[in-house]
């Protein structure tokens, strides 16, 4: 049986601390070089801020985890990319970004509606001795290539390989989660299989409160999030777009 | 008849120096740092591929041996050759981990797991990496000047290569004992 | 004669023949895999993968930490029992941070405290200050500073108490980051199902946009309510004062009583919290008293820890500053007034942007993932603990143990303090002892004393025996006051666990996103009348620093927000006063 790996996130639990994005930067090779602002950064899981549009003491704000939605059957950036670059793995369900086969043209970050895409401007650089801190499961890209989360797929060659040394038909569900799950000390990205009835995913996006990202697109995405506010489920219809953070 | 004859031996220039002489051009060829003998081992020590080269515990493979692995048996000379001598003064005694140039070295963006080969397919050691065991000097390691890959992933000489081409041809080999049918490969199943 | 025609049949017989050999088309394969495989592209290192175990050195919450190691090097951290902070997750970058300070004349500044303590008096004395107390580090300072003539022993003062999270069922927080750094985020989020969580606070931080509740209190008055739920307060002064609804105050008083155990938590857990708590009966439930492991009876003879404020205006002959750990941090301009004319300085950091900069001697210190010590006892252990930082890699040639540096100057020997302070923690065959690689637990009496002291150098904890709290104590009601009229502004600090230097990875969140201020910027209302981009000072009674302004609406008036970090902290005092002033 197929898996169809998906994320949901508890906006409410979400302090907007940070540790899921240097999570995911450190297990996927990352540069923290050359500087860059929030136009040309690649990160991969981003952080925005949200408020419900009141002044003080009105305002409340909420933080909401974005990165790749993995969308469906209908994945814009796998419609318009020349090179055949974007892979939807039929197995996982994951959309998979090949640097190798990709010419930096950028159709696909501009097909994204979520923005999830990021495309590397520079070579990346470490400081002096910090590329002893790499990861060996993950390949640094070069410049001129676009990149994106793909639900830490380093890890699930891990999990599949020591499912193949042990003899085991298939992975341990537990051996396999994403940096930004692990790391989250809110707990509140929780990550498994949608297909599996069983798993924590399936029952969470069932949860009254739950919604995905402009679903009118039909996108299909993966994603789920969850708030039992109001005016943070407004979000899924993207009513006031614009410049994701507005601090300066 | 001159204009034919400098025309005809330009072609052979041509294609002598495209044939002969630029295979040896374009690889840089390196000895190995130790004269080792695949076969001693194997028939002497009685030792199969995987006592050296291992798949751990956690699935990952370990490649070389480390210098403490040899230096388990190699403390002391256990034969009469200048190379197992020169060895155990060069790396065993100052622990000093031997810089050995893997042929089989894949690209960085590549991810092949052994595990899954080896253990799950029944692969064995031979089809992809020749028969190393009859050896007994190790070959040069030729590196091509501009990409810095190994003559091995070209193949020949018995091996097959081990380029993208030749992975999918043998996973399009329905007849192949366990191969993931290519249609079920996704590009992130074998790139990093 | 060759002509040129010749050459020309020559070279287009020899092009024709090499297109039909692979050496053209080999070139143009082999010029795009170079291309792809560029190399200035660095190519991680490959080895096999292991685990090791250790305690974050970053702050006083000290948590377990399990490193995913390539051979020996730590290529990604995460927590043992639930998540790090940002900034413990990339901590093993810190070893390669390009401002890591690596060089500094020991010799030079050890002859120079040689000649402070020979010409120390009673007016004139030698004296540490440690903003990490509490460690096995800080025993040696105080034995060490015992020994020494005239030493004394200067340390920010401790936490009151200890916080029982989990036996907590209603949180009043006065503008404590309580889910943004204040204590082990493992910890507190593994408690947060159990309670209540009401933020008194001026700004919507983000423990306050994630609490059950937000009072939003006037700038510099999170302590009124504290006095109010203790009762020392009518609830109308206290509406006055901070601006909010009489019946709001009450409701949240009568929430606190009813729905017990109450637990009010303030940014410093001082005698005066403690006392509101005491108050709401919350002594032996939700606050505990501090406990510390045992240490060897040979150390009791050891100097007391002094407040800053009670050392005599220029009485310090030598100051030897311990910043190599934690992210404590005092104004200087509160140190500078007790140091005598011509004092010598040492600074032991890591990195320039603390003490450094003042200093007469900065000597390098090994960072995080490098340095051998142990955690001070945490704000939230209920119980005694005992838990080491773990030397993950090798620290390089040249930097200087803090602890060894002050022990050697009055003749004594700590290098091994650690373990014969783990020596005495068995020796009283109490408490348990946590391995996090296999997640065992077992009591010390089971354990040799070889054993023990290995489990715990490889990353292990140890965890007192429950106690009993004992009297509650009394504690005398003598606090400050409200603050001046002169300062409009009170700081807010929007990072508080935020060290000397981060990983440069940080930037992820200061720059590429715009989740966290970035080290430079201040965000104001627009109400305060500073544009977006231009440039402010901020003026305390330490100092003065100046900004580049974000103008943010979530930003109450009368509040101006700060990242952290030693800069800040430089001119930020505890009550955070300040005047803003366009530049």
Known sequence: MNKRYGIVIDIDRCTGCGACMLACAVENNVPPLPAANDRRGITWMRVSRIDNGEEYPERRSAFVPMMCQQCGVETPCAHVCPQQAVDVDPATGIVGQMPERCLGCRYCMAACPYHARYFNWWDPSWPAGMEKTLNPDVAPRMRGVVEKCNFCHGRWHRAKERAAAAGEKDIRPGDYLPACVEACPAGAIRFGDLNDPASEVSAARKEPGTFRLLEKLGTDTKVYYHSKRDWVRQIAFAPRPGKENVRG | ?192 | MTTRRELLQFAGGSAMGLLLTPAPWRLITDTALWSENWPGIPRPARGEIRAKFTHCGLCAAGCAVRARCVGEQPVSLSGVAGGLCPFGVAGHHLPYHPERLKQGNRKEAAEAVARAIAASGPERRVAVLDLQPGRTASWTYRRALAAIPHGVYIAPPEPACSLNFAAARMVLSLGAPLLDGFAQPARVFAARPNFRLIQAEAMESRTASAADEWLPVAPGTEAVLGRAAAGVLPVRQAAEMTGLPEGRIAGMIRALRENGPALIVAPQMTPEVLAWNIALGAWGKTVMPRREAPVPKTWSKAAPAVALETVKDGSIGALLIDESVGDGHLPWESIRPKLATDAVVVAFAWTRSGYARHATHVLPAAVYPEALGDVPPAVDGVNAEFRLTVPLIASPDGTIDPAEFVAALAGLDAKDALRERAAAIHATGRGKLCTYADGKVAAVKDLKPEDFWKALSTGAAWTGDAEESGRTPRIAATFAGPSSEHWPFRVAIETACAPALASPLIGKLTQESHLRLAANRAALHPREGFLDGTRAAIETPYGRRIFEVTVDVAVPPGVVLVAGGPEIADIVGADGCARVVRI
């Open chain 2, 1 to 192: 008849m001159k204009r034919n004859i400098l025309i005809v031996a330009g072609l052979a220039a041509g294609l002598g120096a495209g044939w002969a002489g630029f295979p040896r051009a374009i690889y840089n060829s390196r000895p190995q740092p130790v004269d080792f003998s695949h076969k001693i081992h194997i028939d002497k020590a009685g030792a199969k591929c995987e006592d050296c080269h291992a798949i751990r515990e956690d699935g990952s493979f370990a490649g070389f041996p480390t210098v403490e692995q040899c230096g388990a048996c190699h403390a002391a000379p256990m034969g009469t050759s200048a190379a197992e001598k020169k060895f155990i003064d060069a790396y065993v005694t100052p622990h000093k981990e031997p810089v050995w140039l893997a042929y089989a070295r894949q690209p960085e963006n590549v991810y092949f797991s052994h595990a899954t080969h080896v253990k799950r397919a029944q692969l064995k050691c031979e089809v992809c990496h020749g028969n190393e065991g009859s050896a007994d000097h190790p070959r040069p390691f030729e590196q091509d000047r501009v990409s810095g890959y190994s003559r091995d992933i070209w193949g020949g000489q018995g091996r097959p290569g081990m380029k993208m081409s030749d992975c999918v041809d043998c996973h399009r080999r329905s007849a192949v004992k366990n191969a993931t049918a290519v249609g079920d490969l996704s590009c992130l199943d074998c790139h990093k």
